[in-house]
């Protein structure tokens, strides 16, 4: 720092204290989810309220609220505009802090608790009139929190829109209805026509050993730059991706039985995110503790997962070099030669199950939330009309109807800790992963022949280049512009599935 | 609380937060110890330095001193004894605080930080000369930190002994010497008694597979009441033992290569340790956050583990009950029965390292580490002298000579964060633990027998009742006295080798 700017010299010192908070409360959740003991939850519970007050009164406090007036008043008209961007991010997540009123803040944290309590009970017994009036209550405080931070907000934002900022920064209706109108379109047509071919082999259900899939997992880590100095994996119930420290990268898988891709694609996945979260300008002092060190989108963060997990893992050539030494490994070849081991990473068969679907029917489930969100919380729709609206878009949009709410509009827990905004990024993943991906064919070549040619260090190096240091330099749409050169559309993602769907049914 | 001690409610409150920061830090402390990766030591050092100034922040500030003159003034003649010694306890450690200039606090936090970094390197290469000026140094502020604690001691105490009292609170120099005099005086000829006898079996070294050993673990943990709702075992590069929240409790082992029974032994005493700590009076309110809801002393602490290590793991009777098992996991009997299975548990022979130590030498390293200590602290020993003094010591007590510092005076990590005053506790746990057992087998009948039986659920049993729950209501020398209605001494435990050492003798 600049010994002109000493404002900015203790705003860096308190953001670092503040990151050490964040990544404490990160290191608690790792350990809760890998391998605290269940009886322990409750006072690893008080453990992070006790981090998470700390953490809200740093980021709302008065004396804070000093400081980064300070640091404005000291930028001068030829400041570095990473600095002016860092403290504009700062500024806007500042007044949203400041607009709430507390009382909200703990009103939503008690209905999500409360939320997320019966909405397991009324999942387990397929009971959505049991859940209704918590998400009744849910709506109706996330509408409130809307209302208060409008005036935060510096353009004028519906309160779906709103709510979905913290996900997907700068993120419009109009902007997701463009780009999710095609997707619509024309992914029922692909669907049918997959349907229309012969499902994939094997027919006979089979499994992998555990110890199997820990291995293949451990090699396709080792493949992929993982590095056991900075990084661990771990077992959890649900598989995710955790940062702990600036040089402390956590992953975590879990073998699922009865599906024996489940732990490779996850650890794809996860590894993924990993990478983007190790790739991210945070090694440089002057970006760690700042807003430019941060993921800049939910969305921007799925693309690169799913660039692992779909564009990587489960192309023909990564089954090409992998079927070998699964079948090794199994000691027999249930896939029937290469072709079917590749079709068994790509199933292409709608589901009802949102966390089990394919890239094909995925974004169908998304578009199905998104407008359902909205109805719910702009357009009225009565709270005890959900299951019904939910199971005639399902069959529109996926050709099948659910046959319980449990497995239909109370599969997912976003809504039970009403969690508003979040599902449009899952595939927005998709579109930018796609998009990105063209671009970088552009540039290195096609991903299939450098798979197949085992250089999936030169996909890394450019990512590493191109999109990770970006940080929140940029946000999600303004990252693929200048990635790719062209704003973001769902073309790019059609084209590919349009290519695979093809592919797929060849000697099928 | 009742309503009519306002101030004893606040306090309370205030010790719940600071119990919540404090299991906070042994979280991390755990994750680093079993799963982080190398590259995040940095960051969490910096993690667990934010969380303990937080912590002196709590314990030594102003308001907290009101908080507890506050209490103290509403203690009327009649409040409960429990009460009373409570605030007698969170008194003394308050006052010890206030002493300290944060100036040397500092000053001892670097030259610990700065002692274990040369220390390593020292060891690394045998060369206590590079060690001798950090040691100097710490033993300088030792010094000087003995002296500013000097004010708040209720009783006039020496600096060796101000320095022991966290670890073994009350103790002094001469009733260590009247307990530790016996052992100096007999262990020496037991030690050469068992020396004539030949060596224990299998002369051959041998090793049992890691999956064996892990199975062996878990089966022990299984027979002693481990309950993985509260529960978990993980492997660390040392074994220890860690409470992270009221019914969050956590042990680690390692299996060594070449020592086929440490793991197995060390699951047994770490287990002891946390049998001890789950069965504290934490479960109840009034209990948990004070500190009569705490282990009253190192010494007590290690006697539980201790018993089950050796009053229990190395017995005859346990030798008796596993060796099937263990003939049966290995396929093969390098024992050569029962008899010299027990023996492998229970080698008796003098080695050069404390950590590797049996029964019948351990005390003896303790004896010398504690004379070496007072020399150092009180009668101006130079440093320089160290090796010197320790190895000809060492030839008196244990018949061998150290053929290296590495293996002689810079085995330890104590000294090299200025640690003085610990060490004694080790030898005070076998002394309890032998006492303590006495009394046990008075009251329920010989461990050998129960052992045998099957039935160490008894002895939980008498331990939850007689032991576990006194908490710091009572110091080490009183919880001695009331579980076994005599003075701490040396005799049982000596009764106890002398026995041992002829029951290894029989059938050699």
């Known amino acids: 720092m600049p010994a002109a700017a000493p404002a900015l010299d203790q705003l860096q010192h308190h953001l670092h204290t503040t990151r050490l908070l964040g990544s404490i409360s990160s290191t608690l959740y790792y350990d809760q989810n890998t391998v605290m003991p269940a009886a322990g939850a409750a006072w690893r519970g008080e453990q ?55 009382a909200l803040v703990s009103a939503l944290a008690r209905a999500q608790s409360h939320g997320n309590a019966v909405w397991q009970q009324a999942r387990a017994a397929n009971d959505f009139s049991a859940f209704a009036p918590a998400l009744r ?33 700068d993120i419009s209706k109009a902007r997701l209805q463009e780009l999710f109108a095609p997707l619509a379109a024309q992914l029922p047509g692909l669907l049918e026509q997959v349907a229309a071919a012969p499902a994939p082999s094997p027919t006979q259900a089979f499994d992998l050993p555990e110890a199997l899939q820990e291995s293949l ?30 040089e402390d990268f956590r992953i975590t898988t879990r073998v699922v039985r009865g599906q024996p891709l489940s732990a490779f694609l996850a650890t794809a996945h996860e590894w993924g995110h990993s990478l983007y979260e190790q790739g991210l300008p945070r090694s440089d002092d002057h970006f760690f503790p700042w807003p430019l060190g941060e993921a800049t989108s939910m969305g921007v963060h799925e693309s690169q997962s799913l660039f692992w997990e779909c564009r990587v893992a489960r192309s023909r050539a990564f089954a090409e070099r992998w079927h070998p030494r699964f079948r090794q490994g199994l000691g027999s070849d249930p896939w029937g030669g290469v072709q079917g081991f590749w079709r068994s990473f790509n199933p292409l068969r709608p589901g009802l199950i949102r966390v089990e679907a394919d890239e094909l029917s995925y974004s169908l489930h998304i578009v199905l939330r998104f407008e359902l969100e909205l109805a719910l919380l702009e357009q009225e729709l009565p709270v005890e009309e959900l299951p019904g609206q ?69 996909l890394q190096e450019w990512l590493a280049r191109s999109v990770w240091p970006l940080g929140r330099s940029v946000n999600a749409e303004q990252l693929v512009e200048q990635v790719t050169g062209r704003p973001l559309s769902s073309e790019a993602f059609l084209t590919y599935l349009r290519a695979k769907v093809g592919q797929l049914a060849e000697g099928a």
């Open 48 to 102: 992070l309220a006790l981090l998470a007050a700390q953490l809200h009164e740093r980021q709302s406090s008065a004396a804070y609220a000093d400081l980064v007036a300070a640091a404005e008043a000291e930028l001068t008209a030829d400041a570095p505009p990473q600095r002016r961007r860092n403290l504009q991010l700062l500024r806007l997540e500042l007044d949203r802090q400041c607009c709430l009123d507390p």
């Open 217 to 246: 997992c451990s090699e396709l880590l080792d493949g992929w730059g993982y590095d056991g100095r900075r990084c661990q994996r771990s077992r959890s119930a649900h598989p995710f991706s955790c940062t702990v420290g600036p």
């Open 137 to 169: 209550q849910l709506i109706a405080l996330r509408r409130e929190q809307a209302g208060q931070l409008a005036a935060a907000e510096p353009v004028a934002r519906s309160p779906w829109e709103i709510l979905a900022q913290p996900f997907e920064p």
């Open 390 to 458: 939910w199971n005639r878009r399902f069959k529109d949009l996926l050709g099948l109807v659910p046959p319980s709410d449990a497995e239909g509009c109370l599969q997912d827990i976003h809504w039970a800790e009403g969690l508003f905004g979040y599902f449009p990024s899952y595939a927005l993943g998709h579109l930018i992963s796609a998009q990105i991906s063209e671009a970088l064919e552009q540039q290195i070549g096609p991903i299939e022949a450098l798979v197949r040619a085992g250089q999936e260090s030169a």
